[in-house]
């Protein structure tokens, strides 16, 4: 069964930040479902959701964010969907 994540993206605005995320995704073969981005004065705002095989490839994925955070001095984060909805309820 497949499953959705909520991926999100904050830092200071600069160039490849898109190109460097979702290259991390197309590498472990998971679809952008939708996608929405934003700069606020300098920094750059993205929420992705996206299709993933299983929950277990929530840890590789992390690790593999880990380097592009570095390079880029960036915060990325995943969840499956319905643990970000059932935090975000009001």
Do not use: P
């Amino acid at each position: 069964m497949q499953k959705r994540a909520v991926v999100t993206v904050v830092g200071k605005d600069q160039v490849g930040i898109i190109a460097k995320v979702t290259h991390v995704l197309a590498i472990h073969n998971m679809n952008i479902h939708d996608i929405s981005q934003t700069i606020l004065q300098d920094y750059f705002t993205m929420m992705m959701l996206v299709e993933m095989a299983d929950k277990a490839h929530l840890d590789t994925l992390l690790h593999a964010f880990e380097q592009v955070e570095q390079e880029m001095n960036l915060t990325i984060s995943i969840q499956l969907e319905d643990v970000f909805q059932a935090m975000h309820r009001i």
